[in-house]
């Protein structure tokens, strides 16, 4: 059975870091793509970030690009995204998900930046 | 990165059959055919419900369909039943190499 488990989340005022992670199982990681999904409280779905399936090619939405890194341990079968200059704007149930298309969700993470 | 455009919400009766658009542009939806759909029950994870535009994955109910016609995606649930109440999202491969979802479709059984 796929399991994707997300972990990280909490609290952190603005200008703050974070890191997420998420351990995946019950699937080849390696071989796969991944992604970061986020969803703001009372909001919809948006693509936050992919990487490809040994880490060399990243993409990011505009929103978190120069700020957020995803990255992956293979070896771990774990993803990351480190999360830096955090904003208000970035509170959100941060999700990963396997494969392209998304076809694995985890049950996400909640962010959350506020003084 | 605009995000592709759902109606807020559709409505139907049981049995009734309903279908949501999702309206992109040349450099999404009208390019790829790497347009896929997602079925969310608040508090649950976002479930995979079509990809490829039109490609049920395995254990997704034949009711669920997809199809495309240049920049506008559809989705049809037929035969509508009370457990199909959920929050739908379209997503697209874009020319940027990214993703976007739609802004979101509330689908309610009367």
């Known amino acids: 059975e796929v399991q994707l488990v997300e972990s990280g989340g909490g609290l952190v005022q603005p200008g703050g870091s974070l890191r997420l992670s998420c351990a995946a199982s019950?699937?080849?990681?390696?071989?796969?793509?991944m992604h970061w999904v986020r969803q703001a409280p009372g909001k919809g779905l948006v693509w936050v970030s992919r990487?490809?399936?040994?880490?060399?090619?990243?993409s990011y939405a505009d929103s978190v690009k120069g700020r957020f890194t995803i990255s992956r341990d293979n070896a771990k079968n774990t993803l990351y995204l480190q999360m830096n200059s955090l904003r208000a704007e970035d509170t959100a149930v941060y999700y990963c998900?396997?494969?392209?298309?998304?076809?694995?969700w985890g049950q996400g993470t909640l962010v959350t930046v506020s003084s | 990165q605009s995000a592709l455009t759902q109606p807020a919400s559709v409505s139907g009766s049981p049995g009734q059959s309903i279908t949501i658009s999702c309206t992109g542009t040349?450099?999404?939806?009208?390019?790829?055919?790497?347009v896929s759909w997602y079925q969310h029950h608040p508090g649950k994870a976002p479930k995979l419900m079509i990809y490829?535009?039109?490609t049920r994955p395995s254990g997704v109910s034949n009711r669920f369909s997809g199809s495309k016609s240049g920049n506008t995606a559809s989705l049809t649930i037929s035969g509508l039943q009370a457990e199909d109440e959920a929050e739908y999202y379209c997503?697209?491969?874009?020319?940027?190499?990214?993703?976007?979802f739609g802004t979101g479709t509330t689908v309610t059984v009367l």
């Open positions: 998900a396997s494969g392209l298309p998304l076809d694995y």
């Open positions: 019950g699937f080849t990681f390696s071989s796969d793509w």
């Open positions: 990487i490809n399936s040994d880490g060399s090619m990243t």
């Open positions: 040349s450099g999404d939806i009208g390019r790829y055919k790497f």
């Open positions: 490829d535009v039109s």
């Open positions: 997503s697209s491969h874009t020319s940027s190499s990214t993703r976007v």
